[in-house]
C-alpha cells in the first residue's frame, strides 16, 4: 500500500569513525564503540522489519 511507509520502519545510522552499527537513530546519540557524537558524515538509513 503506497503512502504508508514509516509503519515499520526503523531510522538507524552507521558511525562514521569507527563504522560500528547499526544504532538506533531515536536513543544513540553517541557511538558506543568509540564515543563519537553522531554528525552529519554519519550514514543515516531507514531499515524496514520483517513481518
Ligand atoms: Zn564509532
Ligand atoms: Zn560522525
Do not use: E, F, Q
Amino acid at each position: 500500500m503506497p503512502g504508508s511507509s514509516s509503519r515499520t520502519a526503523t531510522t538507524v545510522w552507521y558511525c562514521d569513525n569507527c563504522t560500528y552499527g547499526p544504532l538506533n537513530y531515536t536513543l544513540d546519540a553517541y557511538c558506543p564503540s568509540c564515543g563519537h557524537p553522531r554528525c552529519v558524515y554519519c550514514t543515516v538509513t531507514t531499515i524496514k522489519s520483517r513481518g
